[in-house]
């Protein structure tokens, strides 16, 4: 690691804790699989399933708006994820659905389990350029971290789309035979 400075540190320290929180999300997500592929062996406690069930869908669910939030725009999970954990209600409801239903859900599973993979190596590979002490931007939602300087190019995107209906409603009223339709229609009614 390069000889860095106090507050290459920190970004470093930061680009840790988001490996290590998208990491427990990631074996979260092994565990919710491995209670579901073992709900249907014979001889298993479902009971002790279903409860283990219902507390890794609970522990996703809090983790996902968190690490969501935390990782702001490095955030690349699939959009999917969360509605794979809503719609599994319960494991004996899950495997009363067709064998498709299951299939399919299983390869949705597996979608979102490429995607956290993609998203951890992305984050892995950010930290490590920090410890060779490149610069890297760490975006946030709330604002908590460093930020991009410079403004926000919304708001210029806004004011120009804003600047260029106006100029051309302008062009129109004052330059082309609908806009003489117009004047005429004011004119008659300030009479």
């Known amino acids: 690691m390069a000889k860095l400075n106090k507050k290459q540190l920190k970004i470093v320290a930061e680009m840790d804790r988001r490996v290590n929180m998208c990491r427990e999300f990631m074996n979260d997500w092994l565990l919710f699989n491995q209670v579901l592929s073992a709900y249907p062996s014979p001889g298993v406690n479902k009971a002790q399933l279903e409860n283990q069930f219902l507390k890794i869908k609970s522990k996703l669910a809090r983790e996902h708006n968190v690490l969501r939030e935390v990782l702001a725009m490095d955030y690349k999970i ?54 060779g002490g490149e610069k890297i931007f760490l975006p946030t939602l709330a604002g908590t971290g460093p930020v991009k300087s410079g403004g926000d190019g919304k708001s210029l995107k806004v004011v120009g789309i804003i600047v260029l209906v106006v100029a051309v409603g302008a062009i129109l009223f004052f330059f082309t035979p609908v806009g003489d339709m117009y004047r005429d229609a004011i004119a008659d009614l300030t009479k």
């Open 78 to 131: 699939d959009g999917n994820t969360m509605n794979i954990v809503s719609s599994a209600t319960n494991l004996e409801s899950i495997y009363n659905q067709s064998e498709i239903a299951v299939k399919k859900m299983q390869a949705e599973w597996h979608r979102a389990f490429i995607s956290i993979n993609e998203t951890l190596g992305a984050i892995e590979d950010k930290k490590a350029r920090a410890e």
